[in-house]
């Protein structure tokens, strides 16, 4: 059965650090890995996708990366702002169509 | 926001009565899923779809049904069976898998609550 852990549960951090979010997963079959947010109320936005054939991905302050000897991914946020306050959730669209979060990773940025 | 309408955005059920949330998708896409989020908590997946008139129960089916008579709409009702609806319900979508590049999109979701 696939599982998804994030670690930290949550996190707090003062406006301007870079920060880490990691996420390890037990399918070896990995299609994609999406990492999204999501907002109190709200639904999920997609921030970024990792093909298969990727080690990361880039957009503006944030940079995904994939490592799937290990079976882990990591979200690095540069120089955080109030504005990512937010929960931090990753997928990894593996061998099945079952598809399967983590419990995700609630940061919030202290201005 | 890969075309996903949810309604309403909030929805009351009375005690023994079923209730349907709406999904609709406008972009065509194979795939259609239903979570449920409770405060605090991870998504669990309820039931997903990868074809028209077909559709698989996931981790917590039970008081729950779904259909999916045509792809663009993926409906869930809620019946008396299930006995805590309250919760937030997300719908999402992804297109063909194997393209590998597919991004899964959601709803902007309904929040049922019981009177």
């Known amino acids: 059965k696939q599982e998804v852990t994030q670690i930290p549960a949550a996190l707090s951090v003062p406006e301007g650090e870079n920060l880490v979010l990691n996420c390890s997963f037990t399918?070896?079959?990995?299609?994609?890995l999406q990492w999204f947010r999501q907002d109190p109320g709200k639904g999920l936005t997609s921030l970024l996708l990792i093909q298969s054939s990727q080690r990361e991905q880039t957009s503006g302050r944030l940079n995904a990366s994939l490592d799937k000897s290990s079976g882990r991914s990591t979200l690095y946020i540069a120089a955080s702002q109030p504005g990512d306050s937010a929960t931090y959730l990753c997928?990894?669209?593996?061998?099945?169509?079952?598809?399967?979060f983590g419990k995700g990773t609630k940061l919030t940025v202290n201005p | 926001d890969g075309g996903i309408t949810q309604s309403p955005k909030y929805l009351f059920r009375k005690e023994g009565q079923n209730v349907t949330l709406s999904c609709e998708q406008n972009l065509n896409h194979d795939a259609m899923y239903w979570y449920r989020q409770d405060p605090g908590q991870g998504l669990r997946l309820i039931y997903y779809s990868q074809i028209v008139n077909d559709f698989q129960k996931g981790d917590i089916a039970e008081g729950y049904s779904v259909s999916r008579e045509k792809k663009e709409s993926f409906p869930l009702t809620v019946t008396s069976a299930q006995k805590n609806p309250t919760a937030f319900y997300l719908c999402a979508n992804r297109g063909y898998r194997q393209a590998n590049n597919e991004k899964l999109f959601f709803g902007s979701g309904t929040q049922l609550s019981v009177l």
């Open positions: 997928l990894n669209q593996g061998g099945s169509e079952k598809l399967v």
């Open positions: 399918d070896s079959a990995i299609y994609n």
